[in-house]
């Protein structure tokens, strides 16, 4: 790996990592939607998930890693930031391709990103770990706005999850939307339920307290909820495509979501200070 220039804050490890990912994302991708039949043995509702995820990962997030590690290499801020959360939300799309869709030829190509993009979030951790992030940012960061809001999130979904499994647990049954994708559990609830929903909440948590760290998982946090929202937004479109029964209202939800999330990385984003060339 290359060694980090501390003088201008130039890293282009970013890309190192990123390339590969972003193209074998997109030859992934562009398999997925251009010859379907690789998600033959899934059902309709799952297929139309899959495809829409495909649709985004193509159109959507490998442009925002790609650009984002550019930016992230000469040692801009806040490409570093986009970069890092958009990276984490990738590991989270590719843990369901590997566990959530069905043993395909693309299956070791899948494997492979998930593996890059999970030693390029540990290589920006034991890299950057250290950095004193607060700095980054003028006093003037509505961090207890932000905070309140993150925590708000990450309880609301837990509840909302929790409305569907709880039930199904205590009755022994399976839910709907795991007969509907015809899948063993629901792969989306287990990696919120055990890592970023509380992730987001330890954000939230620490930016309040205006910890160091606070001042990264909280935008990280945020680009990861929009990334999401729009792979979600997507998936659901590509559904009613399908004629798989997608309720409009919720696309409408997670657009309006989507529009306020964007509007708080905004809001703290633009409080970052100005950089100089003597500073990371």
């Not at 829409?52 to 801009?76: C, E, H, K, M």
């Not at 940012?137 to 309880?155: N, Q």
Request: proline share 3%; glycine share 4%.
């Amino acid at each position: 790996m290359e060694k980090i220039n501390s003088q201008l804050g130039k890293d282009r490890n970013f890309l190192y990592f990123t390339v590969p990912v972003v193209i074998l994302m997109a030859i992934c991708s562009a398999i997925g939607i251009w010859q379907q039949n690789l998600y033959f043995r899934e059902t309709t509702d799952w297929l139309a998930q899959c495809v829409g995820q495909d649709i985004s990962n193509l159109f959507f997030v490998a442009p925002i890693l790609l650009l984002s590690a550019l930016y992230a290499t000469r040692g801009n801020k806040v490409a570093k930031i986009i970069w890092i959360g958009a990276m984490i939300t990738n590991i989270y799309s590719y843990v369901i391709y590997c566990f959530a869709v069905h043993f395909n030829y693309l299956f070791l190509v899948y494997c492979i990103i998930l593996g890059l993009s999970n030693f390029s979030v540990i290589y920006f951790f034991v890299n950057y770990l250290k950095e004193d992030f607060k700095s980054w940012f003028t006093e003037k960061v509505p961090t207890k706005t932000i905070g309140i809001f993150l925590i708000f999130i990450s309880i609301m979904f837990v509840f909302l999850w929790l409305s569907g499994d709880l039930p199904a647990v205590l009755e022994n049954n399976v839910p709907e939307n795991i007969i509907e994708t015809g899948l063993i559990t629901n792969t989306v609830h287990v990696l919120d339920y055990t890592f970023y929903l509380p992730l987001i909440f330890i954000a939230g948590f620490m930016l309040i307290k205006k910890k160091n760290l606070g001042y990264l998982l909280a935008p990280m946090m945020i680009i990861f909820a929009i990334i999401t929202n729009i792979n979600i937004i997507s998936l659901m479109v590509v559904a009613k495509y399908k004629n798989v029964p997608s309720d409009t209202g919720l696309i409408i939800g997670f657009g309006i979501f989507t529009v306020i999330y964007c509007l708080f990385l905004w809001s703290m984003l633009r409080k970052l200070k100005k950089q100089t060339k003597n500073k990371i």
